[in-house]
């Protein structure tokens, strides 16, 4: 039992040193600023964390540097950014992000290793498991799929600490139903696998319905998963509570994932391990453990195919059947381990078996992580991008929108551009979390004007081509004050736009000046708004934006408008189209303004009229000086101020309140049922 101990942590060992080979400590402990995929995106969330909300005492807060603000971790997942910013108490931020980073993928072996042994395979199968994760991490048939080194360098690394957290689960709930204990290890680990992704969240479920299917333990059964996965959504309440209360203000992104070649789905470095599997699961096909394993890969099958019909990302699924199919081939040792001499070597000649079949097929990973982790300052070109933001830095105020191109890779990512609110404190529209705002849809609009080449993400819009003429006036409504431009198409335009003056050129790139705004945050309406009478916003306020050349006749919804609305209100509609355009008799102007990190305040000459607030609406922000915030096209923000100084702030909601008090009686249970526990251990 000993010298299996000692084999188990040689073979930890080598797997560790195997991947810290690949991610070499030169480039993950240096202090420069990861510029590779979309992780360049995230950088600045782990920043804005510590600098901003931490101070606060949040966790969840506003950030006003993409999409014109964007509701931070109320749709997306924080666990990771909270174990950097953790971990840059102690080291520097970069080192922590990028330690932060890969996380994932160092701890997907040993929590195979640790949720075979909960599930009391004996050895060698828990180390053998714990080898057999190496295919699937360097698998390089796919880059955005989830969990594998190629979509952690892709910046899917939130999903891959998750799918490592969740392999561990996959035993510990096996066995904490099979022998009724560790409730509050399995609730904590729920908890950690919602707060790091939701797909893992969502399979977490998954995984329990096995044990209900069960006639003598059922109501033994239903009873300790109600415990473990109640206590979980209590602990997990503050996050879970506003996320599902704030969807209507979010974009879906549903489509069924083109894949053009079955090797992405077979991989041919997973393919001998997928054998070993159903070999596995045929010989051990009496033992309960080998149905766990193919009811989930089953499940996972099944919700692939179902997740485009409800609403969910079919993609996100694959990677729970190749991880599941290869790491399980290890429970083939249990029919010949009584048959091996000299077991012990065992793990040690299928970790270089392993190895020497995944070495020659890994070609590119290597290379991309020197590119992602060597940062800007590795580059080339870290002269020019130092000159480009150091000039925006010095020519505000107003966002910056720049021209999207697959030419920006030249600064470690086609998603450079979107760091600005990090090297140049300056707000800019496109950013990484594309469904946590509303104002995505129409960001990617402009995209599509400013840009040679469009991204589109959502399908279920419209976007057009190149047209900066066209642009000007969404330009404004965005406060867009510069304009990066690379392409010779995109120049050639910019030159024959006379509201556009080149202000500075920097190599390849030009920044202009669209002089005709001024930078405001918050403008007077020239025109009555009209009540927008629908259920449905998000479509016609889209089409308001694309075709509605004059856009200075705004529509306002109301879900539910009380009698001090209606009459506020003289113009209703369920069209937008013909709207009445009647102008509004202005006596004075908005004399000063400031736009903080959550903050807007402004003090105006303009008392009873309606203000445009040219931040993302969110129920979340709330005004004082004025009696309420309206959703306004395209989406966002109107008051009518009541006195001559107004502020809005994004506070908190009900829902918040009600999550923060859900998960301190979590938290409650917790601390009482350890301090019982060590009273009794103390007693015995």
């Not at 992000?97 to 599930?119: D, N, T």
Request: proline share 6%; charged share 15%.
């Amino acid at each position: 039992m000993k010298n299996n101990r000692i084999i188990n942590l040689i073979v930890l060992v080598f797997i560790f040193l195997f991947l810290l080979s690949f991610f070499e400590p030169r480039y993950l402990f240096s202090l420069t600023t990861t510029s590779g995929g979309d992780t360049v995106s995230h950088f600045p969330t782990a920043v804005h964390l510590k600098e901003v909300l931490l101070p606060q005492g949040l966790i969840m807060g506003w950030d006003r540097g993409n999409y014109a603000g964007y509701p931070l971790f109320y749709h997306y997942f924080p666990l990771t950014f909270i174990i950097m910013v953790l971990l840059s108490f102690v080291i520097p931020m970069q080192i922590a992000f990028k330690i932060g980073s890969v996380l994932g993928v160092f701890l997907l072996p040993v929590c195979i290793f640790f949720g075979l042994r909960a599930l009391k395979y004996e050895f060698p199968v828990p180390v053998a498991g714990a080898v057999l994760s190496l295919p699937f991490l360097f698998m390089q048939a796919n880059s955005m799929w989830g969990a594998n080194i190629p979509s952690t360098l892709a910046g899917e690394y939130s999903y891959g600490l998750s799918m490592a957290l969740l392999v561990l689960f996959f035993g510990t709930l096996y066995r904490g139903v099979e022998e009724q204990k560790w409730i509050i290890p399995n609730a904590l680990l729920i908890c950690l696998i919602g707060l790091s992704h939701g797909y893992t969240l969502i399979a977490s479920g998954l995984i329990a319905v096995f044990f209900l299917f069960t006639r003598k333990d059922f109501a033994r059964n239903i009873f300790y998963l109600f415990r473990t996965f109640g206590l979980a959504l209590l602990l997990l309440a503050f996050w879970l509570v506003p996320f599902f209360f704030n969807t209507p203000y979010v974009t879906s992104y549903v489509t069924r994932w083109w894949i053009d070649s079955l090797f992405k789905v077979f991989p041919v470095i997973l393919l001998p391990f997928w054998a070993l599997t159903l070999i596995s699961l045929f010989l051990n096909r009496r033992d309960r453990r080998s149905w766990y394993f193919l009811y989930f890969i089953l499940t996972c099958i099944a919700i692939y195919f179902a997740s485009p019909y409800i609403g969910m990302l079919d993609i996100r699924w694959q990677p729970f059947i190749q991880i599941f199919m290869t790491f399980f081939a290890a429970t083939i040792l249990l029919n010949i381990k009584d048959r091996v001499k000299g077991l012990q070597a065992l793990p040690i000649m299928i970790f270089i078996a392993v190895l020497l079949w995944v070495v020659p097929q890994v070609t590119y990973i290597k290379g991309w992580i020197k590119w992602n982790y060597e940062g800007f300052e590795g580059k080339t070109v870290w002269p020019l991008w130092q000159q480009i933001v150091g000039h925006l830095k010095e020519t505000g105020p107003g966002r910056v929108v720049y021209e999207h191109s697959p030419a920006h890779n030249v600064f470690g990512s086609e998603r450079a551009f979107e760091n600005l609110p990090y090297w140049a404190r300056r707000d800019t529209l496109e950013g990484l979390y594309m469904q946590s705002s509303i104002s995505a849809p129409f960001v990617f609009y402009i995209q599509s004007e400013v840009s040679k080449v469009c991204s589109g993400p959502f399908p279920q819009y419209k976007y057009t081509s190149l047209n900066l003429a066209n642009a000007l006036k969404r330009l404004k409504l965005f406060n867009v004050t510069q304009y990066i431009v690379r392409s010779e198409q995109a120049k050639e335009q910019a030159k024959k736009v006379p509201e556009f003056k080149l202000e500075k050129t920097f190599g390849d790139y030009q920044i202009y000046r669209l002089t005709t705004n001024n930078g405001a945050y918050v403008v007077p309406l020239a025109y009555e708004p009209v009540l927008f009478l629908s259920d449905n916003w998000k479509f016609p306020f889209h089409d308001w934006f694309k075709d509605n050349s004059d856009l200075d006749v705004h529509l306002v919804f109301i879900k539910e408008p009380d009698e001090a609305d209606l009459k506020r209100f003289k113009f209703q509609t369920d069209s937008v189209k013909d709207l009445p355009k009647v102008p509004l008799k202005l006596s004075g102007k908005v004399l000063k303004e400031h736009y903080g990190d959550a903050e807007i305040t402004f003090e105006t000459g303009l008392i009873g009229q309606p203000h445009l607030i040219k931040v993302s609406y969110h129920p979340n922000w709330q005004v004082e000086g004025a009696d309420k915030i309206y959703l306004v096209s395209p989406s966002f923000m109107l008051v009518y101020p009541k006195e001559k100084q107004v502020r809005l702030y994004f506070g908190k909601t009900l829902y918040n309140y009600v999550g923060e008090l859900l998960t301190l009686a979590g938290l409650s249970i917790v601390i009482i049922s350890g301090i019982i526990f060590i009273v009794n251990v103390r007693k015995t």
